[in-house]
């Protein structure tokens, strides 16, 4: 049997983040073949993802990253299943070095067959169940395209969001942190009336309209009142029109406009777990 160094175990564990014993009994397996090492540690991950399967993974870490000319962003989340792994430095690290790597892909199902330093993420992603014994997996994976994109991400890594700007100008980055910030602590449904599902609309009209009759209000003053109310529930629910958390007597879109009566927000993603 082949004699195992510290130094092989160590090399082994920065490689692939396995605890030193996993890494000592997969070099002992593999008769201290590096190569052969991996490949006993991504077949434990194989297995222990497969017996994992059907477990939730609602715990994590949302990222949001933004490439150095601002114009395009990305969201995702690494999924876990506890709390005690989420706030786990190696897990943060990996799901920020993942969020670095999306930049560059445009959609969920490229970003996991792209190469993750040697394998695939999605092979990563088995390697790493492996490592920490629960089910991980990417769950949000969105991105955002605009003249100027900002971040915010909420302590804990539990809400991350992306807005989008008309223009990049003086000023841009913190305003559309505070965007970010407002979409993060509100949630809103859409950026704007244009936004909201029609669905939606009709049922907040029938239910004013209940409310209304319930109250003893006439029949036919029913849609006229009704009305008033979609336009508070605009007001509550759409960003742009939702009271500024920054300064309280403006609209966001009015705090936008603090960088020029032209420039508005285009877009927004808002990811959040737990």
Known sequence: MAKITAAEVNKLRKTTGAGMMDCKKALVEADGDYDKAIEVLRKKGQK??????????????????????????????????TDFVAKNEDFIQL?????????????????????FKGLSVEEKLTEQTGVIGE?????????????????????????????????????????????????????PIALNEDGVPQDVVDKEIEIAKETLRKEGKPEEMLDKIAQGKIKRFYKDNTLVNQVSIKDSKTTVQEHVQSLGKDVKVVGFERVALG
Do not use: W
């Open 95 to 115: 799901a920020n070095d993942f969020a670095g790597l999306a930049l560059d892909y445009n959609s969920k199902e490229e970003f996991l067959n792209a190469d």
């Open 135 to 187: 089910k991980i997996e990417i769950g949000a994976f969105k991105t955002l395209e605009a003249p100027f994109v900002g971040s915010y991400i909420h302590a804990g890594n539990k809400i991350a969001v992306l807005t989008g700007l008309s223009k990049a100008v003086d000023g841009a980055e913190d305003v559309a942190k505070d965007v970010s910030m407002q979409a993060a602590a509100m949630n």
């Open 48 to 81: 222990i993802a497969a017996k994992r399967a059907d477990r939730e993974s609602s715990e994590g870490a949302a990222i949001a990253k933004v490439n150095d000319d601002k114009t395009r962003g990305v969201i995702i989340s690494l999924n876990c299943e």
